[in-house]
Nanobody, 123 residues
């Protein structure tokens, strides 16, 4: 399984950024895909998840209403649209995947990880 994250960069507060995660290596129809983030000196934290089959989503309270997770079955790609960005959203963002249908939020429950992409939000 390979997860390739992209789309990070520097953006001013209040603006938007979109991340992509290209998945390959197996049939992901029975997977949950998620985005996590890790700020300097902090633990990795859950951002959002989506069931590949059915598209059920789950969000962290801190991003609900501002971030949107989606997937494109044909492209085997998961997206994270981030709007109204805040300086506290600054972190390395990782995509992750796990087999099954439970939308768990603990990073230890995800077996597959992308390499991370840096998002920096300036004030």
């Amino acid at each position: 399984v390979q997860l390739q994250a992209s789309g990070g960069g520097l953006v001013q507060a209040g603006n938007s950024l979109s991340l992509s995660c290209a998945a390959s290596g197996r049939d992901f129809s029975n997977y949950v895909m998620a985005w996590f983030r890790q700020a300097p000196g902090k633990e990795r934290e859950f951002v959002a998840s989506i069931r590949w089959s059915g598209g059920t989503t789950n969000y962290a309270v801190s991003v609900e209403g501002r971030f949107t997770i989606s997937r494109d079955n044909g492209k085997n790609t998961v997206y994270l649209q981030m709007d109204s960005l805040k300086p506290e959203d600054t972190a390395v963002y990782y995509c992750a995947g796990r087999a099954g249908s439970s939308a768990v939020t603990s990073p230890s429950r995800y077996a597959y990880w992308g390499q991370g992409t840096l998002v920096t939000v300036s004030s």
